[in-house]
């Protein structure tokens, strides 16, 4: 279903800065570009942070606007569309802030954007997983399947991933997975039972997946 614009404003409006991407980036890195930079609340927190060549792609023209004065630039467009406005090798750091679920082919967006990713540059992302438990148990017991304004089930998503999915997509796409930061969401009952069958469960109560990925070697 599609969204009216003052929905689309909406959505954006309760989106967070990324600061925990942000925590990411490397020391040294200049050049940012944040994917999917929505209204511009994470080149917000950029640019108090001191980033000044920070360039945002979003395709939302409303949020975009907002977005501006975060960055040196922002492109509004659709990024699997669209051509590549930037040179090869021109960024330090890419970051998709839960963006790449919500795209038709992130495997080819990915392997577009290594092109304009310098050799040591680093791309960031987040990555719902959908093995979460509350997915499943509703799945397998309720048979439910419900999309919801936000989360997991984002009625905007059009991509779902699991760990190893996620580890495939870097593969294909010519990255390498340097970490991953597991985000868990459970009762402390559930995180005691994994501890003690020593960590068996711990990808049924992630709910997002934070992937630092680099480049392969050629």
């Not at 930079?37 to 927190?45: D, L, M, N, R, S």
Request: charged share 30%; hydrophobic share 40%; aromatic share 12%.
């Amino acid at each position: 279903m599609a969204l009216s614009q003052c929905q689309e404003i909406d959505y954006f409006e309760r989106l967070l800065p990324r600061t925990d991407l942000i925590d990411f980036i490397p020391e040294g890195a200049k050049r940012i570009l944040d994917v999917g930079c929505g209204a511009g609340k994470t080149g917000q927190v950029l640019k108090e942070k001191g980033f000044e060549e920070v360039y945002g792609i979003e395709v939302n023209f409303a949020a975009a606007n907002q977005a501006k004065p975060f960055y040196k630039e922002v492109h509004v467009c659709d990024v699997e569309k669209a051509g590549i406005p930037f040179p090869e090798k021109y960024f330090d750091c890419i970051l998709y802030g839960d963006v790449l679920e919500h795209l038709l082919d992130p495997w080819g967006v990915l392997k577009k954007h290594r092109e304009i990713l310098r050799d040591d540059g680093v791309i960031i992302c987040s990555i719902p997983n959908i093995r979460y438990y509350k997915i499943l148990k509703s799945l397998v017991f309720n048979g439910q399947w419900e999309y919801t304004d936000l989360g997991i089930l984002d009625r905007t998503h059009l991509r779902f991933f699991t760990l190893r999915t996620i580890e495939d997509m870097f593969h294909e796409t010519g990255f390498k997975i340097q970490r991953i930061i597991k985000k868990k969401r459970c009762r402390k009952t559930l995180k005691v039972i994994n501890r003690l069958i020593f960590d068996r469960l711990i990808d049924f109560l992630v709910v997002q997946y934070r992937i630092i990925g680099v480049k392969k070697d050629n």
